[in-house]
């Protein structure tokens, strides 16, 4: 039986640092045809009023936001806030799809796979100097790796021109977000169904934290994407797309 259009599963899409839900333009089109997506705007991006929660409150504020049941696919940043999302609404959360990302940014003694400290201590002490040129240096970083690096730097710093600057506090606060999150010992408390889709060639979350990752959450899968860097879903949208809504419909029905 075909799924008439108010029987399609919601998937919210939740950004990453530094770039607001306008980077999911290019999957929005296609998953219309078969989701209904929420692109989210996080709090002191785009006109998304600015607040001081952490990583937590932020999560349940969004999603106090979302319908239930709901998919959650979220981008870096965004794919930590999925994952606490997830933690704390399992009744709501029906699948997770984490986008490039890690439950730990940082490098710990147990957890090589990771960035060191000064990268993030450099941007904080960047980003309150020059954040735009913060931000531009950033885009760099993501693309790098990807055989479609100077394609996609020049589309994202396009979206930097012409969306607001995210609020500073924002920035600000979602690199100590990064510093500080561990979220490893909290995996074993999700039980729904997770789909990874990581770039081999990620220079901001080594594909060896996406692999740990799917071997410590339950019922999950791990796609790689070659020759990609840290947005896959840019580099192969329509890849990106079709994965996304079969598992969407596929969460529904299990």
Same mark, same amino acid.
């Given at each position: 039986?075909?799924?008439?259009?108010?029987?399609?599963?919601?998937? =919210? /899409?939740?950004?990453?640092?530094?770039?607001?839900?306008?980077?999911?333009?290019?999957?929005?089109?296609?998953?219309?045809?078969?989701?209904?997506?929420?692109?989210?705007?996080?709090?002191?991006?785009?006109?998304? =009023?600015?607040?001081?929660?952490?990583? #937590? =409150?932020?999560?349940?504020?969004?999603?106090?936001?979302?319908? +239930?049941?709901? %998919?959650?696919?979220?981008?870096?940043?965004?794919?930590?806030?999925?994952?606490?999302?997830?933690?704390?609404?399992?009744?709501?959360? $029906?699948?997770?799809?984490?986008?490039?990302?890690?439950?730990?940014?940082?490098?710990?003694?147990?957890?090589? #796979?990771?960035?060191?400290? +000064?990268?993030?201590?450099?941007?904080?002490? $960047?980003? &309150?100097? *020059?954040?735009?040129?913060? /931000?531009? *240096?950033?885009?760099?970083?993501?693309?790098? &790796?990807?055989?479609?690096?100077? %394609?996609? +730097?020049? %589309?994202?710093? #396009?979206?930097?021109?012409?969306?607001?600057?995210?609020?500073?506090?924002?920035?600000?606060?979602?690199?100590?977000?990064?510093?500080?999150?561990?979220?490893?010992?909290?995996?074993?408390?999700?039980?729904? *169904?997770?789909?990874?889709?990581?770039?081999?060639?990620? =220079?901001?979350?080594?594909?060896?934290?996406? &692999?740990?990752?799917?071997?410590?959450?339950? @019922?999950?899968?791990?796609?790689?994407?070659?020759?990609?860097?840290?947005?896959?879903?840019?580099? @192969?949208?329509? *890849?990106?797309?079709?994965?996304?809504?079969?598992?969407?419909?596929? %969460?529904?029905?299990?």
């Amino acid at each position: 039986m075909r799924l008439m259009p108010d029987d399609w599963p919601d998937l =919210a /899409l939740i950004h990453g640092w530094g770039l607001g839900s306008a980077v999911w333009q290019p999957l929005l089109e296609p998953l219309a045809r078969s989701c209904r997506p929420h692109p989210v705007e996080l709090p002191g991006y785009g006109r998304a =009023a600015d607040d001081s929660a952490d990583l #937590a =409150a932020c999560a349940e504020s969004l999603l106090a936001t979302l319908p +239930t049941p709901v %998919t959650l696919c979220g981008w870096s940043l965004g794919g930590l806030l999925a994952l606490r999302a997830a933690l704390l609404a399992p009744q709501q959360v $029906s699948g997770l799809i984490l986008i490039g990302t890690t439950p730990c940014f940082v490098q710990r003694p147990d957890w090589p #796979a990771a960035q060191p400290a +000064t990268l993030l201590a450099g941007f904080a002490d $960047s980003v &309150g100097k *020059r954040p735009a040129e913060t /931000l531009q *240096r950033f885009v760099a970083l993501l693309c790098q &790796g990807d055989s479609q690096a100077r %394609t996609l +730097t020049r %589309t994202l710093l #396009a979206q930097l021109r012409n969306d607001p600057l995210p609020a500073l506090p924002a920035l600000q606060r979602g690199l100590e977000w990064l510093r500080d999150s561990d979220l490893r010992p909290l995996l074993p408390g999700i039980r729904c *169904r997770s789909l990874l889709l990581h770039g081999d060639s990620d =220079a901001l979350n080594p594909l060896a934290a996406a &692999g740990w990752l799917a071997r410590a959450l339950p @019922d999950s899968h791990l796609e790689v994407f070659p020759a990609t860097g840290h947005a896959p879903f840019l580099a @192969d949208p329509a *890849r990106c797309s079709q994965l996304l809504s079969q598992f969407c419909h596929a %969460t529904r029905a299990h």
